[in-house]
């Protein structure tokens, strides 16, 4: 469906909130009137459109959302252990430090001002949190982040470890901070809904074609709720209504004026008004005439959901499902691009080093703002996805065993770093120690992270085993892909010199 599932939107939001959002979907605009940041969608502008409703529709309406509760998630909500945590005056604090410690923005962005403008930061997998405190009520949110897959069974939001104190810390800095106080200035004071309020709002829901683009619990899905369109553009103006709108009669004026603003030309249509640019109004309008009954454009064309070609079993296979690794990263073709491919991991990253880095995550890459969330994992589960990803992510390109076998020496180790320093200058991208570029991945520990074969084979050829990325194929020799690969297995970071000593 277009629109959110709206099942369970009475435990989620106020009555307050739904009015609000019927009657104006874009809240946030500048001096110029201006929309700038809408405040609850990942999308520049809300895909919701704007409708003609009245203000007993508005009360009609919101009175049947709020009364939408899913009973199972009611149940779960009430028997679900409540966070045993009571926080001090500091609480809201650290909330965002634990926010930001766990990167919520690689996945969620936010609107922060400066210097007088309006701007977005932040990720675009879930929703946008500018506003959140003001939409949501502090049970459903404490409830979503110890279970979201409980509401929602396709979010794609991980199921995070969080302790009683993390669920009450970050629940008080998001409904404390990220707020907006006159958001319901303008809202009506609204009672409990009646039972004669939500009975009449269910059939408008219906009048107003909601269920074209929203699932509700027991409401079937709407089909064809408006006219055919396949000839519209062959129509001849005596079947048009054109009203009392003051534009050319021609079928081009009809659509333009009928798209911007469906009222002008039929005060009584129930198509809502839509946010178009002048872009958009023009594609659309061309797009609709080219419409006729010889047109060749492909008819009642359906697009298939995208099914899942990685779908791991086993204890790996649940971590990777309760963690959503597939939002972010690909596995064998299929994820997200946020983050590295993991199809050839086992090949790349040394197991030891992947059982600590899913511990603790930390940047590779100094300069990114989006970095793989703190997920809690612990010490068992760090290790079935290593072990997991250690034998069955690999390239057939990449000889762990003959390449590991090499012996390096130090000789061969000062001939890479003359190599790396002087020769190839690897360090205009590469930062190791605090010195270098910042354009590749800082390589200070390469040699507990990276396999010896994996360096090896990436000299070689690096697009061959991640296509697009940007390391140049420097077409090295035989020499001096040991060389560098015997330098490289020599850089490790003080704190992990300090913990294989112990």
């Not at 959140?132 to 409830?143: A, F, H």
């Not at 519209?232 to 798209?259: H, M, V, W």
């Not at 009222?263 to 129930?270: E, F, G, I, K, T």
């Not at 008004?273 to 060749?296: F, V």
Request: charged share 20%; with cysteine.
């Amino acid at each position: 469906m277009l629109g959110p599932d709206l099942s369970d939107l009475g435990n989620k939001v106020s009555r307050e909130w739904i009015y609000k959002w019927l009657k104006e979907p874009r809240t946030v605009t500048d001096a110029a009137g201006n929309t700038t940041v809408n405040g609850y969608e990942t999308e520049a502008a809300p895909r919701m459109p704007q409708f003609a409703l009245k203000e007993q529709e508005l009360v009609i309406l919101s009175a049947y959302l709020s009364s939408l509760k899913n009973e199972s998630v009611e149940a779960g909500q009430s028997s679900a252990r409540p966070p045993s945590f009571k926080g001090g005056p500091d609480s809201v604090a650290d909330g965002e430090i634990r926010f930001q410690q766990m990167f919520c923005t690689t996945c969620h962005s936010l609107a922060v001002t400066r210097a007088g403008n309006t701007e977005v930061i932040g990720g675009d997998i879930g929703p946008e949190l500018t506003k959140i405190g003001s939409k949501v009520k502090s049970e459903w949110l404490t409830g979503w982040l110890r279970n979201p897959q409980q509401y929602q069974p396709r979010s794609l939001m991980p199921r995070y470890r969080w302790s009683d104190e993390d669920l009450y810390k970050v629940t008080q800095y998001l409904t404390t901070s990220l707020t907006d106080p006159d958001l319901l200035s303008n809202v009506p004071k609204l009672s409990p809904a009646s039972q004669q309020e939500v009975r009449v709002g269910k059939r408008m829901f219906s009048d107003k074609g909601c269920a074209s683009c929203h699932t509700v619990r027991a409401v079937a899905r709407q089909k064809d709720f408006g006219p055919d369109l396949s000839d519209f553009g062959a129509r001849n103006l005596s079947q048009l209504e054109f009203g009392t709108a003051k534009i050319p009669r021609s079928l081009a004026a009809y659509i333009e004026a009928k798209i911007t603003d469906p009222h002008s030309v039929n005060p009584a249509a129930r198509m809502p008004q839509y946010p178009l640019k002048p872009g958009d109004i023009e594609a659309l309008t061309t797009a609709l005439l080219s419409l006729t009954s010889n047109s060749d454009l492909p008819r009642g064309l359906v697009v298939p959901r995208q099914l899942s070609q990685f779908q791991p079993a086993g204890a790996f296979g649940e971590l990777y499902e309760r963690y959503k690794c597939y939002a972010c990263h690909k596995f064998n073709g299929y994820g997200g691009t946020l983050a590295p491919d993991l199809s050839f991991e086992g090949s790349r990253a040394q197991r030891a080093w992947l059982i600590d880095f899913l511990k603790n995550p930390r940047t590779l890459r100094p300069t990114l703002t989006l970095r793989m969330p703190q997920f809690n994992v612990t010490g068992d589960e760090a290790t079935t996805i290593a072990d997991y990803l250690t034998l069955v992510a690999q390239s057939p390109a990449v000889d762990l065993a003959g390449e590991q076998a090499k012996p390096f020496d130090s000789k061969l180790a000062m001939q890479g770093k003359e190599l790396y320093e002087v020769k190839y200058q690897c360090r205009a991208c590469h930062t190791i120690q605090g010195s270098g570029g910042y354009v590749g991945p800082d390589l200070s520990d390469a040699a507990n992270w990276l396999t010896p074969a994996w360096i090896a084979e990436w000299l070689k050829n690096p697009q061959a085993l991640v296509p697009g990325t940007l390391e140049p194929r420097r077409n090295f020799t035989a020499e001096e892909v040991n060389a560098l690969t015997a330098y490289l297995t020599t850089l490790k970071t003080a704190s992990a010199v300090k913990k294989g000593a112990r």
